[in-house]
């Protein structure tokens, strides 16, 4: 088992950044990929972002390409999603996710309780 908790998510105005931080707990002796995905009010969760194990692949959704980027430190069992040039519509709450290997879709093994972040124009 590998428990996920986010943090970093709050308000920010358009064109702002923030920095989300997910700590990793449990059996993070085992490899995993880790990824991003968010959910706004009435819309499905999306993928937003991944990151292998050793951080030598990384996955964008076109929507938050060159604007955020993935990150993990393996030493502190951390993940991380530096957001830039934040966009209204980038407000969801925003879920950390694990699982043995990349996916693109919610089939994660492992997510987080999810942290808020409200972009206003």
């Known amino acids: 088992q590998v428990q996920l908790v986010e943090s970093g998510g709050g308000s920010v105005q358009a064109g702002g950044s923030l920095r989300l931080s997910c700590a990793a707990s449990?059996?993070?002796?085992?490899?995993?990929?880790m990824g991003w995905f968010r959910q706004a009010p009435g819309k499905e969760r999306e993928f937003v972002a991944a990151?292998?194990?050793?951080?030598?692949?990384?996955y964008y959704a076109d929507s938050v390409k060159g604007r955020f980027y993935i990150s993990r430190d393996n030493t502190e069992n951390m993940g991380y999603l530096q957001m830039n040039i934040l966009k209204p519509e980038d407000t969801a709450v925003y879920y950390c996710?694990?699982?043995?290997?990349?996916?693109?879709?919610?089939?994660?093994?492992?997510w987080g309780q999810g942290t808020q972040v409200i972009v206003s124009s």
């Open positions: 996710t694990a699982g043995p290997v990349i996916s693109f879709t919610t089939d994660y093994q492992y």
């Open positions: 449990g059996r993070t002796s085992n490899s995993y990929a």
């Open positions: 990151i292998s194990w050793l951080g030598g692949s990384r």
